[in-house]
Every structure is written in structure tokens, then in C-alpha cells.
């Protein structure tokens, strides 16, 4: 749309298609999997990327486990929970409360074989 003067044409208003909308994050991911995979698909967001907790676990079997004053026994990611599960022999109350300043909370799961006594 636009005026016209008699001399000149001025465009007022382009009348053009709106962009067409971008695919979500569920939807790329969606898209990028579907290829792979002709079944059911839940495509969902979570706290944690898998690479991070991946990492997490990492540093637990490592030295930052040992710092911390953690004998670890096993170690495994939670996918559901979005968490790394640790076994330990025992946990005491400094080394959860820095397992949490770390690393937030919910985002390792500690089972103690032994509880400190006293």
C-alpha cells in the first residue's frame, strides 16, 4: 500500500507474508531425532545437560571425590532424576553440604553404606 501524489509514489505499507515461525527447541529436537527413532518420543528440558552430569561424575571418581573425603564405590547417572548417583562408604555431613555448594542441589545422590556415628 501507499499514496500517490501525482508525481511520486511513497510505500506506505509492504504487504508481505508474516515470517513463518521458527521450530521450538522441543520441535528441532524432535526433528533431529525422528530419523533415529519411529517410535514413542518424549522430548523434554532438563536442569542438567547429560555432558554435565557426565562431567559431575567425572570429578567424583577423580580427586575432587578424594578432597571432599568421599571413598567412592560406584558411580552412575540418573537420567530421570537428572542426577549423578554415588555410592560411598560414608558420607559425612561436611562433604554433602559440599557435594551441594558444588555441584546445587538434587544434582548428586548419595548412598552411604556406613553412617558416622557421633
Known amino acids: 500500500m501507499g ?10 505499507q509492504v504487504d508481505r ?8 527447541h522441543r520441535e528441532q529436537f524432535e526433528a533431529e531425532l525422528r ?3 519411529g517410535g514413542r518420543l518424549c522430548v523434554t528440558r532438563q536442569q542438567r545437560s547429560h555432558r554435565g552430569l557426565q562431567r559431575i561424575q567425572r570429578e567424583l571418581q577423580g580427586p575432587a571425590g ?23 562408604v560414608v ?6 553440604r559440599a557435594l551441594e555448594a558444588r ?16
Do not use: C, K, M, Q
Not at 91 to 96: F, I, N, T, V
Open 17 to 24: 507474508p508474516p515470517p513463518a515461525p521458527r521450530p521450538s
Open 35 to 37: 530419523p533415529r527413532w
Open 91 to 96: 558420607l559425612e555431613e561436611r562433604a554433602r
Open 3 to 12: 499514496t500517490y501524489d501525482g508525481a511520486s509514489f511513497t510505500v506506505v
Open 103 to 118: 555441584h546445587g542441589a538434587g544434582a548428586v545422590l548419595v548412598d552411604a553404606r556406613l553412617t558416622p556415628v557421633g
Open 66 to 88: 578424594a578432597e571432599l573425603g568421599l571413598h567412592v564405590l560406584t558411580t552412575g547417572i540418573d537420567d530421570h532424576a537428572n542426577a549423578v548417583t554415588v555410592t560411598v
